[in-house]
């Protein structure tokens, strides 16, 4: 195995000195009530997984407009706020630090999961080749209207009161969902979004929605506690772009002109295999970006040193090892093994597969 010791350098993420690089990725869990308060136990889940440099929440949907799954959590209730307070203070008294993942789904979505009788949101009434968990298991996601100008500044809206939310829940900050197909990643990419306004066409109206969403969550918190997640592979979730390139160089140029605290990628979508072209595709995007980076997507912890080493990177995000392990920055410095991966109760279940997965025996359990 590798030096890991690379892993454990601290390093400025914005405003944030994180004591190391092993970050926890944002993770559905479906572990929420049905309206949208997490989980007692997602303290507890939380707090176990405290020594991660940072936890990303798993997606939070602002609005109830804005679900996609069944059992996903809210930041749009007095309750939600509540529920996440417990949740951040128990991170926190463990040494911890959290950001919310602030989540729109826009198109990823099926009427049973969204306010009565209205369909989901979309920069254009194109159904998304896709399918959704609801209460009825997986479901084709319903067919979506194209969103008015009015409509649109109400999602902004929620972007800034979801931030809003989350600072009064006590997070140390926010990431704002522009990846894997939801409604920022559709209103960049044209294969989603086909507008004739001032949202759609060229690729600088394509990014005007996301670009008032960071403006927005900008009046609440400080850039350096806002980072931004994007997939510029199109891996996920039916999106797709005529020219990948150029549109995503312009989003991280935009990004870079924007200082946020960081840019994290998924470079690798569950399920998929990132090609050495869409490697290459990466790496070029990469070198047009100023500011701290986080990698994501399939790293061990081999693969996160040499990334780390080569420069592509500032910190990794690691998704599924961190649900099996939850003193993995421990596992990865002492080279200990890691626990098997439980796919069955990932999306959904009880507790098992959630709070029960063993720490290393000298580790202290809660
Ligand atoms: C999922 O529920 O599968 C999911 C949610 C958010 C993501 C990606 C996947 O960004």
């Known amino acids: 195995m590798t030096d890991p010791s690379r892993l454990f350098t601290p390093v400025m993420l914005g405003a944030l000195d994180l004591p190391n690089r092993v970050l926890m990725a944002p993770l559905t869990r479906n572990r929420a009530h049905s309206d ?74 099926h009427v049973s999961l969204l306010p009565e009788g209205e369909t989901p949101q979309a920069p254009s009434a194109i159904r998304a080749d896709q399918k959704t968990f609801t209460a009825d298991g997986f479901t084709d996601c319903s067919e979506p209207h194209e969103m008015t100008h009015e409509e649109i500044r109400e999602a902004v809206e929620a972007f800034r009161q979801g ?69 510029p592979l199109g891996q996920a979730n039916d999106i797709d772009d005529s020219d990948r390139e150029t549109l995503f160089t312009a989003v991280y140029s935009m990004i870079s002109e924007a200082r946020l605290a960081y840019l994290h990628v998924v470079e690798e ?50 998704g599924r090892p961190f649900i099996a392990n939850p003193d993995l920055p421990e596992r990865f410095r002492v080279g200990a093994d890691l626990n098997p991966q439980d796919p069955d109760t990932f999306y959904g279940g009880d507790e098992t597969g959630y709070i029960d997965y063993p720490f290393l025996p000298d580790e202290r359990t809660i």
């Open 36 to 109: 949208g308060t997490p989980w007692k136990t997602a303290q507890t889940y939380y707090a176990q997984r405290a020594s991660a440099g940072l936890i990303i929440s798993e997606a939070t949907q602002v609005t109830p407009r804005g679900k996609g799954y069944l059992d996903t959590p809210g930041i749009h209730s007095d309750d939600h706020v509540a529920a996440w307070r417990k949740i951040t203070d128990a991170v926190h008294a463990r040494g911890g630090r959290i950001f919310l993942q602030l989540w729109h789904v826009g198109r990823i979505s």
């Open 163 to 231: 931030a809003e939310r989350a600072r009064d829940a006590g997070f140390d900050g926010v990431e704002i969902h522009s990846a894997n197909g939801y409604l920022l990643d559709q209103f960049l990419q044209d294969k989603t979004n086909r507008r004739d306004d001032q949202y759609g066409g060229p690729v600088e109206n394509r990014l005007r929605f996301v670009q008032e969403v960071i403006d927005a969550v900008a009046t609440v918190w400080p850039r350096e506690r806002i980072g931004i997640r994007l997939s």
């Open 269 to 318: 979508f569950y399920g998929t295999d990132t090609t050495d072209a869409e490697i290459d595709l990466l790496k070029r995007l990469r070198a047009g970006y100023e500011g701290v980076y986080i990698s994501n997507g399939g790293f061990t912890a081999d693969r996160a040193v040499e990334t780390l080493a080569s420069g592509h990177c500032d910190a990794v995000a690691f």
